[in-house]
Nanobody, 124 residues
Framework: QVRLIESGGGLVQARGSLRLSCAAS????????MGWFRQAPGKEREFVAA????????EYADSVKGRFTISRDNAKNTLYLQMNSLKPEDEAVYYC?????????????????WGQGTQVTVSS
């Protein structure tokens, strides 16, 4: 079973930046697309960004386009999410996840392994 461990969350002021990391336990990490999702209190989990197995293709939610960048380092089995120009509405628990697909997808149910989440708090 793949284990995913997120890190890098914390408290940041509005318009600040954070970089999230997601370390995967298996080499097979590099064979599949990965994604970032977030969930705020009282809301459903929502798609943030996804990346293909090779890193060549990415997909973003409209709310984060131009501010967030997803990337991966397959040699290190690690997924990243660079978040710039953070807004209070970005505050949530952020989760990384992996799918058995090779292409990025925003569909939550297609992701089969999830990390435990990391809290991002944005002060205004």
């Amino acid at each position: 079973q793949v284990r995913l461990i997120e890190s890098g969350g914390g408290l940041v002021q509005a318009r600040g930046s954070l970089r999230l990391s997601c370390a995967a336990s298996e080499q097979t990490f590099s064979s599949y697309a990965m994604g970032w999702f977030r969930q705020a209190p009282g809301k459903e989990r929502e798609f943030v960004a996804a990346i293909s197995w090779s890193g060549e293709r990415t997909e973003y939610a409209d709310s984060v386009k131009g501010r967030f960048t997803i990337s991966r380092d397959n040699a290190k089995n690690t997924l990243y999410l660079q978040m710039n120009s953070l807004k209070p509405e970005d505050e949530a628990v952020y989760y990384c996840a992996t799918t058995r697909l090779r292409s990025p997808t925003p569909v939550v149910r297609l992701y089969n392994y999830w990390g435990q989440g990391t809290q991002v708090t944005v002060s205004s």
